[in-house]
C-alpha cells in the first residue's frame, strides 16, 4: 500500500481517520508529534498553522507516496493557499472529514481543496465509516490484500 502522510490543521480529524484506517476504536487523541504507522504518517495541525514549522511537512512529505490534505466541512475558511499542490512532488489528495456533522458542508469544503489543486477529493465520516474504503483502495498497490477481502476469504474457507 502507498503511504500517506495526513496535513491539516487542529481539529481537522487527521488522528481520527488514521485511527479509522486501522480498524481501532475512535477514540480522541491530541496529536503532539509526527506519527510514523505502516502505511500513514499522521502530523501535528500546528505544523500546518504555524509558519516555522510548515517546512518540517515538507521533510515528513519526502518519506510519502502521497500527500493527503485534510479540510473539515465545518470548517469557516480554508488553511490551503490557491493552486498550493504544485509545490509537492507527488500526487496530492483532497480528503474532507466531518461529512456527518450536522453542520457540514462538504461542498464548500471541497471547492476549497479543489482551489487548491486537488484533482482527487475523497468525503469522510471517520465515525460511520463513509469514504474509508474509497481512500483505502486509492492508496492499494498490484498484489496488495484489504482487510475485508481477507475477511471474505477466510469465511470462504470454512
Keep these: 500500500m502507498r503511504k500517506i502522510i495526513f496535513i491539516g490543521r487542529s481539529e481537522a480529524g487527521k488522528t481520527t481517520l488514521t485511527q479509522a484506517m486501522k480498524g481501532e476504536k475512535i477514540t480522541y487523541h491530541k496529536t503532539q508529534y509526527v506519527n510514523h504507522f505502516d502505511v500513514i504518517i499522521d502530523t501535528p495541525g500546528e505544523y500546518a498553522e ?8 515538507a521533510m515528513y512529505s519526502f518519506e510519502a507516496d502521497v500527500v493527503g490534505l485534510l479540510l473539515s466541512a465545518i470548517e469557516p475558511y480554508s488553511l490551503y493557499p490557491p493552486c498550493v499542490t504544485p509545490i509537492a512532488n507527488r500526487e496530492v489528495v483532497g480528503i474532507v472529514t466531518k461529512i456527518d456533522h450536522p453542520l457540514a458542508d462538504p461542498e464548500q469544503a ?49
Design 50 to 57: 504555524t509558519k516555522n514549522l510548515g517546512g518540517a511537512l
Design 110 to 158: 471541497a471547492e476549497w481543496l479543489r482551489l487548491a489543486g486537488c484533482e482527487k477529493i475523497f468525503y469522510i465520516s471517520s465515525y460511520t465509516g463513509e469514504g474509508v474504503a474509497e481512500l483505502l483502495e486509492h492508496l492499494r498497490e498490484d498484489g496488495d490484500i484489504m482487510p475485508w477481502e481477507e475477511a471474505k476469504e477466510r469465511d470462504n474457507s470454512l
